[in-house]
């Protein structure tokens, strides 16, 4: 009779050996052809991130105020530096941005540019328009706008907004007695009573 071949039977010994061995050579593969990463160095990808404030730098802003469908809303521009009222109306008299038309929001404040101007002293500003309030010529949320966004620029005395003075001269002669207004915390403005 013949015997089969005899085939080796495996002992714990020799199959704890195979699994030494099978994973010695797995982690020698792994070794060898690393995870995938490969070295780093720098990688241009374009000009540094922008519109995030430099540290130990100060952001300015005009905040200016336009017409929207639920009354007079305030809006804020990002700035190089403060602004004067005469700086802050200019912007004004250019009109909303595309952005902020999208929102609704418009100006109430007729063409007048190089006629609207506006000087600063201490806690108030002395605003001239070539319009007449008194007869309407100028509408109350057009002297709102103007008078809210002087108020919000940059004025001595570090009065806050609502206790600055706005002086209104109309016409293209000063009259003795301005209107003088203020802006409320709402953006509308209230007359002064002396």
Not at 154 to 176: A, F, L, V
Request: glycine letters at 10%.
């Amino acid at each position: 009779m013949t015997r089969p071949p005899s085939r080796r039977r495996r002992t714990p010994r020799t199959a704890a050996a195979a699994l030494g061995t099978l994973t010695l050579s797995a982690l020698l593969i792994a070794t060898a052809t690393g995870c995938s990463i490969g070295p780093t160095h720098p990688v241009h990808a374009g000009p540094p991130a922008s519109g995030i404030q430099q540290p130990g730098t100060e952001a300015h802003f005009a905040r200016l105020y336009f017409a929207g469908p639920t009354g007079i809303r305030a809006v804020s521009r990002p700035t190089d530096r403060p602004l004067s009222p005469q700086h802050a109306l200019d912007l004004l008299l250019e009109g909303p941005t595309s952005a902020e038309r999208q929102r609704g929001l418009t100006s109430q404040v007729p063409p007048m540019a190089g006629q609207l101007t506006a000087t600063a002293t201490d806690g108030a500003v002395d605003v001239s328009v070539p319009q007449k309030v008194s007869t309407g010529d100028l509408g109350v949320t057009a002297v709102s706008q103007i008078a809210c966004t002087a108020a919000h620029a940059d004025i001595p005395g570090n009065k806050p907004p609502t206790q600055i003075d706005i002086r209104i001269h109309e016409g293209p002669i000063r009259p003795q007695t301005p209107w003088t207004v203020r802006c409320g915390p709402n953006g509308d403005v209230t007359p002064v009573r002396r």
